[in-house]
């Protein structure tokens, strides 16, 4: 084993990151990595090899200096509190694009814990956790299906597993957005969620978000259409994402001023959710 101890570029929390004091993951091939945070906000990680070690960095994304967008946007009126009361917070990621991928897919639906349900049997299913693109290209449309997928959904994501080097897309910043957006069943959303968890980008919101969408009915007193949380992330520029994540766990919280989930559940009409 490797042990190293890391110290996080910009305000960094493993626990509010993690959801958990003591982080421990399974990774591709069968590597392992675990870490803890010390009082001076040190990073210890303890991996199988360096492999394991370098993954462990980019899942937890320990190497991304937020100190910007912290600055930027800690006196915001609508996102403000948010960053100051969950300083240090990152979006957690997944080992490989292809379980973003799954995860992404997957999340198309309404009740995000049925969303998280068949993720995981998915994942049971392929029989390697994290999954890579080979593992869940060997499932087939129905094999999906028999987990819960919906039709449409199997066929787009056996089409992506199969079709589209998705482990490439980390090293194509400039042509990945694109590239995912050309494929039929993927919209702005799932792009934003592959983006956040699996590409370890800042700069794309998770537009048409269920919980986005919640967030402006509350403030508005009706319900908006999906696109609209397209002009709620816009003043965040190159990091819409990163506020999408604060956004949303602000508004579980209760810290984005003016809006309340009781507020919203109170509102008559939902919505679909985006693609």
């Given at each position: 084993?490797?042990?190293?101890?890391?110290?996080?570029?910009?305000?960094?929390?493993?626990?509010?990151?993690?959801?958990?004091?003591?982080?421990?993951?399974?990774?591709?091939?069968?590597?392992?990595?675990?870490?803890?945070?010390?009082?001076d906000?040190?990073?210890?990680?303890?991996?199988?090899?360096?492999v394991?070690?370098?993954?462990?960095?980019?899942?937890?994304?320990?190497?991304?200096?937020?100190?910007?967008?912290?600055?930027?946007?800690?006196?915001?009126?609508?996102?403000?509190?948010?960053?100051?009361?969950?300083?240090?917070?990152?979006?957690?990621?997944?080992?490989t694009?292809?379980?973003?991928?799954?995860?992404?897919?997957?999340?198309?639906?309404?009740?995000?814990?049925?969303?998280?349900?068949?993720?995981?049997?998915?994942?049971?299913?392929?029989?390697e956790?994290?999954?890579?693109?080979?593992?869940?290209?060997?499932?087939?449309?129905?094999?999906?299906?028999?987990?819960?997928?919906?039709?449409?959904?199997?066929?787009?994501?056996?089409?992506?597993?199969?079709?589209?080097?998705?482990?490439?897309?980390?090293?194509s910043?400039?042509?990945?957005?694109?590239?995912?957006?050309?494929?039929?069943?993927?919209?702005?959303?799932?792009?934003?969620?592959?983006?956040?968890?699996?590409l370890?980008?800042?700069?794309?919101?998770?537009?048409?978000?269920?919980?986005?969408?919640k967030?402006?009915?509350?403030?508005?007193?009706?319900?908006?259409?999906?696109?609209?949380?397209?002009?709620?992330?816009?003043?965040?520029?190159?990091?819409?994402?990163?506020?999408?994540?604060?956004?949303?766990?602000?508004?579980?919280?209760?810290?984005?001023?003016g809006?309340?989930?009781?507020?919203?559940?109170?509102?008559?009409?939902?919505?679909?959710?985006a693609?």
């Amino acid at each position: 084993m490797l042990e190293a101890a890391i110290r996080p570029r910009g305000p960094y929390s493993l626990a509010l990151t993690t959801a958990t004091a003591a982080w421990n993951a399974r990774l591709p091939a069968g590597r392992t990595a675990s870490a803890h945070q010390l009082r001076d906000g040190t990073v210890v990680v303890r991996a199988t090899d360096a492999v394991a070690l370098g993954e462990a960095r980019f899942v937890l994304a320990l190497d991304d200096d937020t100190s910007e967008f912290h600055g930027r946007f800690a006196s915001d009126p609508l996102l403000g509190p948010s960053v100051r009361a969950l300083r240090g917070l990152r979006p957690r990621r997944t080992a490989t694009v292809a379980h973003a991928t799954l995860k992404a897919v997957c999340g198309q639906l309404v009740q995000s814990r049925r969303g998280r349900e068949i993720e995981r049997a998915v994942v049971r299913a392929c029989g390697e956790d994290p999954p890579r693109r080979e593992s869940l290209a060997r499932l087939s449309p129905a094999a999906l299906c028999s987990h819960g997928l919906a039709a449409s959904r199997a066929a787009t994501l056996v089409r992506l597993v199969r079709t589209v080097d998705l482990e490439s897309l980390r090293g194509s910043p400039d042509t990945a957005v694109p590239r995912l957006l050309r494929e039929r069943g993927v919209g702005p959303w799932t792009v934003g969620v592959v983006s956040l968890h699996g590409l370890g980008r800042y700069d794309v919101g998770l537009v048409g978000d269920l919980g986005l969408v919640k967030l402006l009915a509350s403030l508005r007193g009706s319900w908006p259409d999906a696109a609209d949380t397209a002009g709620l992330l816009e003043p965040y520029r190159e990091w819409q994402g990163l506020a999408s994540v604060f956004l949303l766990q602000g508004f579980k919280r209760g810290l984005v001023p003016g809006a309340s989930m009781d507020r919203a559940r109170s509102l008559p009409r939902l919505v679909r959710p985006a693609a």
